[in-house]
């Protein structure tokens, strides 16, 4: 009897070891693939901003000389073999040397630390509110499917995700700012406690996190008074998606057998959802969440820039007016390694979850 037992151990150990090396090998080649898409996005947005033309030309060309012009322009390298300054760029770039910028003479790593803090703050907000939204209603659209509640939810996912999100975000300041006056209309935080946060002697940027720190519940109170609406323009825009496809997910897993099973024993409607189809259904939802950093980084340009949130996505906008080349490069460097490392994340999640996913 024991010659079996050897034998079906032996096939287990080999299976669990090929199972651990397609995981291995699985999430060696997603974490490679982080280098091309970063090196793709940097060399689009690099060839496209030439296209534009220079942008010492676009700020000083009518107030200096045409022999100061061509100084500044071989001073900033821009006369140049384009070649030249693309290889350039993308050696300063991995080596983490975002340059300086043109217009106002900035080092780009300063600005991504001074302002980055902003947008991973906005980016928490909305995701919180893409979460408490998406999810409850989801599930709620998916328990009364095709009746009254499920259309309502199906048609307010739509208006949500289709609706651009600086409209949405004008359309919340006039109604609950301007109108009922409830939240600031712009900002991160009241002049006084912006102040009184800047005075503390070490910051995180995170104005939630410094008047936490800070102990000043008013301070606490005013910061999340000004992230509401913000949050909520950013947000919606996911939630939408996130009620779409939690819907469509729990629709699945309710006519699975278990749940047949335990409907057939009297389980209430209630208890059916939260404790025996929730679970299942949520499994596609940790990816396409993931996916939907993406979105966050591109509607808080938008975000910032309709509430005067000043972070990354605000700072964009306005390098892109005045077509600051080195500026524009660095910070959309940062967006495309915050993609993909959040995509990285969600394809080990993934692949712990449905081994699948690895083969």
Partial sequence: MSVPVQEASGAVGSTGGAAGYGLARYLIVRFLLIVPTVLVLVSVVFFLMRA?????TTAFGDRLTPAQLQERLHRAGYDRPLLTQYLDYLRAT????????????????????TYGAATVELSCFALLVALAVGLPLGMVAASYRDRAPDVALRLFAILTYATPVFF????????????????????????????????QTSTTGLYLVDALRSGDGSAVVDVLR??????????????GVLLRLVRTNLIGTLSADYVEAARSRGVGRLRLVTRHATRPALIPVVTVLGLQVAGLLGGAVLTETTFEWKGLGFELAHYLTVRDFTAVQGIVAIFAVVVALTNFLVDVVAALIDPRVRY
Avoid: Y
């Avoid at 991995?94 to 080092?107: C, E, I, K, P, S």
């Fill in 168 to 199: 949405f975000g004008l359309l919340l300041k006039l109604v609950f700012a301007i109108w009922l006056g409830w939240f600031p209309a712009s900002g991160r935080a009241g002049i006084d406690v912006q102040l009184e946060l800047q005075d």
């Fill in 94 to 113: 991995f080596t983490g040397d975002f340059g300086t910028t043109a217009t106002d003479n900035q080092a780009v790593s300063q600005v991504l630390r």
């Fill in 226 to 239: 000004h992230a509401v609406l913000p949050g909520l323009a950013l947000g919606l825009l996911v939630a």
């Fill in 52 to 56: 534009t033309g220079d942008p010492i």
